[in-house]
């Protein structure tokens, strides 16, 4: 079966250095760091309710900062969902949506905004999906990844295979240490959490302890994946093992900042690019399902231009978007998100789409009642990636499917509504018709 995120067909480029921060000298004023975590749901945090040790320098910035607690990708999956947030625009606004894809010329990126705003842009990524090999680099200043920066012969360790997030993060403070810039946004994208799941030994001890059985490291989406309980305990226990692992650079960075003298001058925003299924619902990892372990992520705002507290205001993606150009002062003419400085308005709907390997699935949330349409699928295209209908039981050919979810009495998505549609959800799927239509309507 062929890989949908990336990352594992990418050349791995990773560099050997130390994760202690620099001397002062940067004079930086203000700083916005956007850091996306790859693969994390959002109840994989104690700040989210999590009883295991997964999170503890994510739960004190979440309590030093704002806690989002109904924050979702527009994408599930890196490539479309980085684009969103690095664009402003929904999956298929921007069009960048399949392992191939480019970003397309006529769009304009966030970075180049912040840019234009007479701000220095940096992008340091463990994941070439959510970088060049999108052509997501575009109107950085300096943009560091896989692909383009991380070579070979200055590989350091890995766990899954792609950088660490404490190598990303001794990249950051390094240049931190070296800029002579007054107004900066960064953008940082950590993997240690992505299949297939391992980090470090002394982390993985803390999930797994006295487990003896055999560790799977990886999983199936939906074929052949009815694995044994042991089996199932292992594999959440070492994904839980690079939360941690993750949640220890996000430390190590916040540390680094504060050494640097930068803490005060920085607002920084924590997500993911999309959570990550563990069998809930019959499926593992994440790509073209929307069930709520996979689209529901983290979204932790702390710094001088956040409050502390929790807001439940229906969030997404996007918005992130909107607040970093907020944050600079750039143009956010185009962008569709709403920015996170601003009080809460009418509670938007959050659209997150799915187009790739013949599969087209969208789904449209309103906070309450989730609706998810799949058309029928391109047989042509499947075949040449999948290769096996049966791969993928729960994609039709041969005629569109809806299936829609009230939350309010249904957090767990058990209860499985089939047309006719009750009123909000029909109205919901009516306002998910128009939004594709006029997309393709457009050319995109």
């Not at 004023?29 to 693969?39: G, M, Q, R």
């Not at 994946?225 to 692992?245: C, K, L, T």
Request: hydrophobic share 40%; proline share 6%; with cysteine.
């Amino acid at each position: 079966m062929p890989p949908h995120h990336g990352g594992m067909q990418n050349l791995i480029l990773l560099m050997s250095l130390s994760v202690a921060a620099p001397t002062p000298t940067s004079t930086a004023k203000e700083l916005t760091l956007v850091i996306f975590i790859d693969a994390l749901r959002a109840d994989a945090l104690g700040a989210y309710g999590y009883g295991r040790p997964t999170s503890p320098n994510l739960d004190t910035l979440a309590k030093q900062g704002t806690l989002f607690t109904r924050a979702y990708a527009n994408a599930p999956w890196t490539r479309p969902s980085t684009t969103c947030l690095l664009t402003g625009l929904n999956a298929s606004r921007h069009r960048t949506e399949t392992e191939t894809s480019l970003l397309p010329a006529d769009v304009t990126t966030l970075a180049e905004r912040v840019k234009a705003a007479g701000w220095y842009t940096a992008g340091f990524t463990a994941n070439g999906n959510g970088g060049s090999l999108a052509g997501l680099q575009r109107g950085f200043d300096l943009f560091e990844d896989p692909t383009r920066t991380y070579t070979k012969d200055k590989r350091g360790k890995t766990y899954n295979g792609l950088p660490t997030g404490e190598f990303i993060v001794a990249r950051v403070l390094d240049f931190l240490a070296k800029s002579p810039h007054d107004r900066q946004f960064l953008f940082l994208f950590l993997v240690d959490p992505h299949d297939p799941y391992q980090a470090p030994p002394e982390l993985e001890a803390i999930f797994l302890g006295d487990f003896k059985g055999k560790i799977r490291r990886h999983a199936r989406w939906e074929y052949d994946n009815d694995y044994p309980a042991d089996e199932r305990f292992s594999m959440r226990a070492v994904y839980d093992a690079g939360v941690r692992y993750a949640d220890q650079a996000v430390g190590q960075l916040v540390t680094g900042l504060d050494k640097l003298g930068l803490r005060e001058h920085t607002n920084l925003i924590i997500t993911a690019d999309h959570g990550e299924a563990f069998g809930e619902h019959g499926f593992y990892l994440h790509a073209h399902q929307f069930w709520e372990e996979v689209v529901h992520v983290p979204l932790i705002a702390v710094g001088p231009r956040f409050k502390p507290g929790v807001d439940s205001r229906l969030t997404q993606t996007i918005d992130i978007s909107a607040t970093v150009a907020a944050l600079a002062g750039a143009k956010q003419d185009g962008l569709l998100g709403r920015s996170l400085l601003d009080a809460p308005a009418t509670s938007p709907v959050v659209i997150s789409e799915y187009n790739e390997f013949g599969i087209h699935r969208q789904m449209a949330f309103d906070g309450r009642t989730k609706v998810i349409w799949q058309r029928p699928a391109d047989e042509a295209w499947y075949l040449r990636t999948a290769k096996k209908k049966e791969f993928f039981p729960s994609v039709s050919f041969d005629r569109e499917t809806v299936h829609a979810f009230d939350l309010s009495v249904d957090p767990q998505e058990k209860t499985r509504q089939e047309p006719p549609l009750e009123p909000a959800a029909d109205a919901l799927l009516t306002q998910l018709r128009t939004f594709v239509g006029q997309a393709s309507a457009s050319g995109r």
